[in-house]
């Protein structure tokens, strides 16, 4: 357990680092031409649209998912107290 937070936490780390540096060092590079800069937007201009399609079918999932437990707990709600309605008949 510990040892899987060291590494999740120096993922988190090194990546905004990167990030970071990439932020402040990308448009100096770009002017020059960097290949690396340039590889590295040719991926963001394919990946980003993937990613912004996956979160929002995972948002989409999570809504769907959450109308229908809310449905299936209201069901069970109006089950109860309808027992408890029938239990409280009976005992007068």
Not at 61 to 73: D, F, I, S
């Given at each position: 357990m510990v040892l899987t937070t060291l590494i999740v936490t120096f993922v988190l780390v090194v990546g905004l680092a990167l990030a970071v540096l990439l932020s402040v060092a990308a448009p100096p590079m770009r002017a020059r031409g960097s290949r690396l800069v340039a590889r590295l937007d040719a991926l963001a201009a394919r990946w980003v649209p993937v990613a912004l399609q996956a979160a929002h079918r995972?948002?989409?999932?999570?809504?769907?998912?959450?109308?229908?437990?809310?449905?299936?707990?209201?069901?069970?709600?109006a089950a109860h107290r309808a027992r408890s309605g029938d239990e409280a008949a009976r005992a007068r």
């Open positions: 995972a948002r989409e999932h999570a809504e769907r998912t959450g109308r229908r437990a809310a449905q299936q707990l209201a069901q069970r709600l």
